[in-house]
């Protein structure tokens, strides 16, 4: 769903109603709010509920919604491990959580302001996440004796007592969305499952979102079962409906689209910015897209994606298992591709050998590693960014292999492209670390135009590049550019271009199978030295007072919490300065002179200290780690404290003097 903005403010996508009306019963008028409006800046929502409840479903339906109205957001999706746990339980527990305001955000938000819970099961999960005075939307009609015992209550927390610092609505959602389908002719057990739709119609009318995006929605997604459709639409309207009329909701809220960028912009997970930055490099480098991969969590939307392309020229192939799906992309790319290979890190161990093999045969391959928990089938479904030194160091031999890591789920668009450019331009396998964060996580994305894409040129080898002390023309494949170190890319089948390939050491030059040690050292530097003078730009640093003595430096999806706790110290008088890296491998030319600016430099990472190893090994200085690895993105509040106490630790030690 996109949405055109101009200097003053965002359109809102409802319809010429202010986003303020909803549906009507049958359809018609849509009436205006009788109850009071609170205007809030942000908000703050959680949908939870058993995997089987749709919550995902009516998360990006809101989400969907707000971006038509012109809220910035910021959205964390949050999926169960296992395929279908057992209703009612804990581990089934799935949620949605959205951020949306009137300004510039960055993260999904540290603690949710409305908690929406299906089941025990959902409430229990969530409770501790909530701050005093939040609101909870809650299902009575799944809080029975069985289902509350289930999850460990010992008693009904809705009447215990135990909710008392929160607003508890109880709302028997199942009875009201039954009995508003009660004329639908569907089964007891079908129209259930609408109630998710009912609770979307009643946030949808408790912030004013709007509606006839959702209905046009859910009658395209049930366009082969109208009768299904219709249920949907219904149990939405009297969802909104019933928080017009119920005086347990005494006043609904309004936040104002954000002033965002002139632009048309529509809202973008990353895994859907990584798909639609490979078409784009595609397009803009001249070669067809092939994809091969072999699906893994959660890396697989790629795929699915990429396969609905066919009128760009995309080829997608599934795979029996991750190696084959590496070789192939390989092969397409010896062939004149842009090979691609998706997964997360359980599939980069399987596929390094053959990244190795891409090193060696110096081509073009874009691997994308979706990070999730490790190690082994880890935390198939959360979040870290703990493949950084495998990434960087995962191969037999001196094996180097450039990094890229956006840091949002827009800028995966950006990252894609910046991770073709330097494959295409300097013949080598690249790396790109995305996470489950970013991956699922979503934002609005201002659509760029075709002039703003960088160019990305081939070059193929057309000819014969080196004279012979003979004076005869030959074809040298390891001959290479003086300014990028690239050997020519010739195509197969191109007269005259014949050449060996294969893994075994290649003689500078000719490329015949060489076992010269010093050919070996020679090359092996020259692999490195193509690496490390790769053209990436500089480190920028956000340091507006120009007194901060403290660098905080992050990579990939960190960058959320950290810009949010940078501001929150910025706000309290604090002086921080901030720098974030999207090329990993090789690091900007002036980072050395960028960390040696700063007394200390602060680094928070989803893994146990992987990028400040790094730092501490090349440039000699006492980077810090803040770390964890709980499958969770940081909260904003936690990193403030953190840049805090590093601050007032060198106040502390300049005082002592």
Known sequence: MTSQVDQSEAVDGSDGNEGRSGPAPSGGPQPRHAKPIRRLDRVIIRFAGDSGDGMQLTGDRFTSETASFGNDLSTLPNFPAEIRAPAGTLPGVSSFQLHFADHDILTPGDAPNVL??????????????????AEIIVNTDEFTKRAISKVGYPADPLTDGSLEAY???KVPLTTLTLE??????????????????????????????PTRGTEAFLRTK?????????ANISAFRAGWNFGETTEDFAVSYEISPAKLPPGTYRNISGNLALSYGLIAASQRSGLPLYLGSYPITPASDILHELSRHKNFGVRTFQAEDEIAGIGAALGAAFGGSLGVTTTSGPGVALKSETIGLAVSLELPLLVLDIQRGGPSTGLPTKTEQADLLQAMFGRNGEAPVPIVAPATPAECFDAALEAAR???????????LSDGYLA?????????AVDELPEIT?????????TLDDGTEAFWPYKRDPQTLARPWAIPGTPGLEHRIGGIEKQDGTGNISYDPANHDFMVRTRQAKVDGIAVRPAEVDDPSGEARVLVLGWGSTYGPITAAVRRVRADGGHIAQAHLRNLNPFPANLGAVLKRYERVIVPEMNLGQLALLLRAKYLVDAQSYNQVRGLPFKAAQLADVLWAAIGTLDGDESDD
Do not use: C
């Open 167 to 169: 607003h508890l609505h």
């Open 458 to 466: 081939p070059a193929f080898a057309e000819g014969p590049n080196h």
């Open 440 to 448: 699922n996580g979503s934002e609005p994305w201002r659509i760029p």
């Open 222 to 230: 049930f366009a082969k079962k109208p009768q299904i459709a219709e």
């Open 422 to 432: 330097i494959a295409v331009t300097y013949r080598t396998p690249v790396l790109l």
């Open 180 to 209: 508003a389908l009660k004329d639908s002719g569907l089964a007891r057990k079908d129209a259930e499952r609408a109630k998710n739709m009912f609770a979307l119609g009643l946030l949808s009318w408790m912030y004013h979102r």
């Open 116 to 133: 929406v819970a299906m089941n025990p099961a959902a409430l229990k999960a969530n409770l501790a996440d909530l701050p005093r005075g």
